[in-house]
């Protein structure tokens, strides 16, 4: 239990950092673009951005978490949960999937789901906090449907959020999503691949779905834990 304990504020500290890293990065972004004209309305914060961005799908109506995982307030305090486009594309596929029960409880920045694919297991964090109420029993039973359609018929899990003011401030700023998603696009351009004849991108710089599939097999747990915030 003590380890369980240790490992537990070990990965809330690497969070944390990760948190401080984007941010910086967020803060450098407002600089080199220069002041906004006024305060971020409501919409901005919900996500006012093209449909894509970098080659990756952003709907406007859902709050990007750093650990590439969505949220979506649908009325009250019930928001729905599911993976981003970026997610999706870097995994490609699933054999299984490993969804919270209704009526267990989610952290934000805490571990909220997993994969397996490929004989590995690849966790992803919750972007909200607050009890799991509903999960989809279709991408439960067939995860091909989360990565096919990850804002729609692949969302994941509804939490009932008594604190979803709190977690929207560790949310992506809806006018800070389009330099993320870019500055994730050259971080995997520079990363490169070493698998011939296993490029990142397509001919016209949209992104392959599967692209861990062109990096190493050595670097993907590196790769996965960097994107996915779970050092």
Same mark, same amino acid.
């Given at each position: 239990m003590i380890i369980l304990e240790h490992i537990y504020h070990a990965r809330q500290a690497e969070y944390i950092i990760a948190l401080l890293g984007l941010f910086g990065f967020i803060a450098f972004w407002r600089l080199l673009n220069g002041p906004s004209a006024g305060p971020e309305t409501a919409s901005e914060a919900a996500g006012s951005f093209p449909e894509r961005l970098a080659g990756f799908l952003a709907p406007a109506?859902?709050?990007?978490?750093?650990?590439?995982?969505?949220?979506?307030?649908?009325?009250?305090? &019930?928001? &729905?949960?599911?993976?981003?486009?970026?997610?999706? *594309?870097?995994? $490609?596929?699933?054999?299984?999937?490993?969804?919270? *029960?209704? $009526?267990s409880k989610v952290k934000q920045g805490s571990l909220g789901w997993g994969f397996k694919t490929d004989s590995r297991v690849i966790h992803m964090l919750s972007p909200v906090e607050g009890e799991v109420i509903e999960v989809n029993e279709a991408v439960a039973n067939s995860p091909g449907a989360a990565f096919e359609d990850p804002y729609g018929a692949g969302w994941l899990f509804k939490v009932q959020s008594a604190n979803l003011t709190s977690n929207t401030k560790n949310m992506i700023p809806g006018t800070m999503v389009g330099g993320w998603f870019e500055n994730i696009g050259q971080t995997l351009c520079a990363r490169g691949t070493s698998r011939p004849g296993a490029p990142m991108f397509a001919d016209g710089g949209e992104p392959i779905r599967g692209i861990a599939r062109a990096v190493d097999p050595e670097m993907w747990d590196e790769l996965a834990r960097e994107f996915f915030l779970t050092k």
């Open positions: 109506d859902v709050m990007f978490h750093p650990g590439h995982a969505w949220a979506r307030v649908e009325s009250g305090d &019930t928001v &729905t949960v599911g993976m981003d486009d970026f997610a999706a *594309k870097l995994l $490609g596929s699933a054999d299984s999937i490993s969804l919270p *029960k209704p $009526g």
